[in-house]
């Protein structure tokens, strides 16, 4: 699977994005699906998950009432919508494919890229 983010850019504080995360292949629909986020001089964190069906979906405490994520299976694309952002939301915001759906980054088996989304006061 690749994986292809999108969508990022400058915002003010407040404002909303939406990424997208675009994949190849036709198993998409059997992978659970994540968003990380990594900030300069940090570790990588868990942002979002959501399982292959859509239905079950898992947040971070940081972004919880701030950010959907979405699945569309017939167009191999995931989704996170971001409102009220922070300039703490401020990274480089990464998706991710795996078998579960689970906070650590260890256990999803493909990246993408990785797309900038800056937030200022």
């Known amino acids: 699977v690749q994986l292809q983010a999108s969508g990022g850019g400058l915002v003010q504080a407040g404002g909303s994005l939406r990424l997208s995360c675009a994949a190849s292949g036709r198993t998409f629909r059997s992978y659970v699906m994540g968003w990380f986020r990594q900030a300069p001089g940090t570790e990588r964190e868990f942002v979002a998950a959501?399982?292959?069906?859509?239905?079950?979906?898992y947040y971070a405490d940081s972004v919880k009432g701030r950010c959907t994520i979405s699945r569309d299976n017939a167009k191999n694309t995931v989704y996170l919508q971001m409102n009220s952002l922070k300039p703490e939301d401020t990274a480089v915001y990464y998706c991710a494919a795996g078998s579960r759906a689970t906070g650590r980054g260890s256990e999803y088996d493909y990246w993408g890229q990785g797309t900038q989304v800056t937030v200022s006061s």
């Open positions: 959501i399982d292959w069906s859509g239905d079950s979906t």
